[in-house]
């Protein structure tokens, strides 16, 4: 009797953890929502991502609380915004000893993995297994860090996190657990290397341009003063491919340079000038995101695939997700870090058989803040001992959002100084409006989502939207207060730099 009983509670037990899905996430760095076809691009297409999107549901409103790598990372781990997880720049280095959704994972008997890009500085906590590139990262020949050390990889960074991601659920897991897996590219990441499938693709297509290509920032302070990422001045002679790129294998480089030089030396031939060098340099950028894309849609593919010839389908969770948004020559940029909404909002796309309904699309207010929660919720976890800031999609992706969900979205951005030199700023977007306060200057900027959707038009002091504004100013009074954010009273010039030590100088001399 005690065996019957003993066997009974194993197999039910058994059953209990069985019905616990896996989750295979699904990462890429600076991947907007505009160079994905399930969200309507003009400019390319992603079967693979459409795939997730039509067997499951598409996010048409997923905001990031700060809009660049690092600290979207962080928030993504902790559940946190950034003043409370602690990396609020990407200067910054994780403290990896607080409480994430991984450790969370880990406790409650889910194995937990990730491979591909980390870039928190501190080495991953949390995982059983993980494999992650240094820092950024190059496109190819990567060395790759583990607890076993670091090795560097031949080949293209894509196919190759895409390969240790299919090995391990293929050779390596424990396969009486759920899986939480998460698969993290470096693409399409700055300086967007093409890789040796995609060199040629776009050959014979001329990309067109964003409405707002060639935005004069009117109006908008900050964008008109300081920024540095404008396709018409700051690419680089190596952004642009004009220069070979380095690391790369004689093979690589020889396919590199059949597809790059014939092209340069055409540019160089005709000598272009003003706008039509503008719409080169555009051109040759946008077509190498593009391509850099196209390589992880293909490796999304090989995924599914396997998902599907393994049986595991049916049991996994599939998410894909970028760190931010991105401009794709909007307002006549590159990179990310604004309030707009190109890099506010991040594509979002889920499956789940069986919970979430095919073909589905939500609109609801969601963000990277709430993905920590979510695959707590989805394990079963009830109880997390540390309160975090968001909350759990899966009513959402049950087609049961709760009455009292958000309708107002927080956001920080605080690297300034830094790359590309955006001044902070903190604001609100509510499903109508955006203010936003660059706090640093003093300058403020409200929109009309609805009569302005391209946000042209900074309507901030006009007496038509006094009452707008005022109540703008409400909402972000009371979410800086749920979120308990501080001023930031971090200085805004860099610290001068430190005069160089005089031994240290003479023993240079004499050395010299
Ligand atoms: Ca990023």
Not at 333 to 361: H, N
């Amino acid at each position: 009797m005690k065996t019957i009983l003993f066997l009974l509670s194993m197999t039910i037990a058994g059953t209990a953890i069985a019905k616990r899905p896996n989750i295979l996430f699904i990462f890429t760095d600076d991947h907007g929502y505009q160079a994905i076809s399930a969200y309507g691009s003009n400019r390319n297409k992603t079967p693979n991502i459409d795939r997730i999107a039509s067997e499951g549901m598409r996010f048409e409103n997923c905001f990031v609380t700060n809009s660049i790598c690092g600290p979207s990372r962080a928030v993504i781990l902790t559940g946190k915004h950034s003043h409370i997880n602690g990396f609020m720049t990407n200067g910054n280095s994780f403290d990896g000893t607080q409480q994430t959704f991984p450790k969370l994972l880990q406790k409650t008997g889910y194995q937990t993995a990730i491979f591909g890009k980390w870039h928190l500085k501190s080495d991953p906590t949390g995982f059983d297994v993980w494999q992650v590139l240094l820092g950024q990262g190059p496109y190819y020949n990567p060395p790759m860090k583990s607890p076993a050390g670091t090795k560097k990889i031949e080949g293209y960074t894509t196919d190759i996190i895409t390969d240790l991601t299919l090995s391990w659920l293929k050779n390596d897991r424990a396969k009486d657990k759920p899986f939480m897996l998460m698969c993290q590219h470096k693409a399409p990441h700055r300086n967007w290397q093409p890789g040796p499938s995609h060199l040629e693709t776009y050959n014979d297509v001329e990309m067109p341009y964003p409405e707002t290509f060639w935005d004069d920032y009117k109006g908008r302070t900050a964008a008109a003063s300081s920024q540095a990422m404008t396709v018409a001045r700051h690419l680089s002679a190596n952004d642009l491919k004009l220069n070979q790129p380095r690391g790369l294998t004689s093979s690589q480089l020889e396919s590199w340079n059949a597809a790059y030089e014939p092209k340069n030396k055409k540019f160089r031939e005709a000598k272009l000038e003003g706008k039509e060098r503008i719409k080169w340099q555009y051109q040759r950028y946008v077509k190498d995101y593009l391509r850099c894309v196209a390589s992880v849609d293909d490796n999304i593919g090989r995924l599914l695939k396997y998902l599907d010839e393994s049986g595991l389908a049916k049991d996994t969770i599939v998410i894909y997700s970028s760190d931010q948004g991105w401009y794709l020559g909007e307002h006549g940029w590159y990179d990310k870090r604004w309030m707009y909404e190109e890099s506010f909002k991040t594509p979002l796309v889920a499956r789940w058989p069986g919970v979430i309904k095919p073909e589905s699309v939500n609109r609801d207010f969601v963000s990277n803040l709430d993905f920590a929660q979510t695959f707590l919720d989805i394990a079963g976890v009830k109880q997390i001992p540390e309160p975090m800031q968001g909350h759990s999609l899966v009513p959402v992706f049950k087609g049961n959002t709760p009455k009292d969900w958000r309708n107002s979205m927080y956001y920080h951005y605080y690297e300034f100084p830094g790359a590309h030199s955006v001044r902070r700023h903190y604001g609100v977007r509510t499903e109508k409006h955006k203010l936003i306060h660059f706090y640093n200057m003093e300058e403020w900027e409200l929109f009309d989502l609805e009569k302005d959707p391209n946000e042209l038009k900074n309507v901030y002091g006009n007496p038509t939207y006094s009452e707008t504004q005022s109540k703008m100013k409400k909402e972000l009074t009371r979410l800086r207060q749920l979120y308990k954010v501080p001023e930031d009273t971090r200085p805004v010039k860099r610290a001068p730099k430190k005069p160089r030590d005089k031994k240290k100088k003479a023993a240079e001399k004499k050395a010299a």
